[in-house]
Nanobody, 115 residues
């Protein structure tokens, strides 16, 4: 099993920045993909960004150029640097890790962007 612990959410004004962190512990495989998803009430959870163990990244169109995903493999941690935030970015952000055929989720962290 893998446990994911997120941190870094909070309240920020439009145009501001936040950095989310997610640290994995437990049975860790070197071959993996980690990513961030977000969800607002009444909507499906949507992909924000992913990064695999080779450093390949992909982003949702809505965050390209504003968000950056990165990892520190020595700490089994993935980061999401969010800049130029706008109220539409308000959501609960979830960390996800895929290794083998298993998918693990964090508990979520709230990001609120005020206008």
């Amino acid at each position: 099993q893998v446990q994911l612990v997120e941190s870094g959410g909070g309240l920020v004004q439009a145009g501001g920045s936040l950095r989310l962190s997610c640290t994995a512990s437990g049975i860790i495989f070197s071959i993996n993909t980690m990513g961030w998803y977000r969800q607002t009430p009444g909507k499906q959870r949507e992909r924000v960004a992913n990064i695999d163990n080779n450093g390949f990244t992909d982003y949702a169109d809505s965050v390209k150029g504003r968000f950056t995903i990165s990892t520190d493999n020595t700490k089994n941690t993935v980061y999401l640097q969010m800049s130029s935030l706008n109220p539409e970015d308000t959501a609960v952000y979830y960390c996800r890790r895929v290794q083998g055929r298993n998918v693990f989720w964090g508990q979520g962290t709230q990001v609120t962007v005020s206008s």
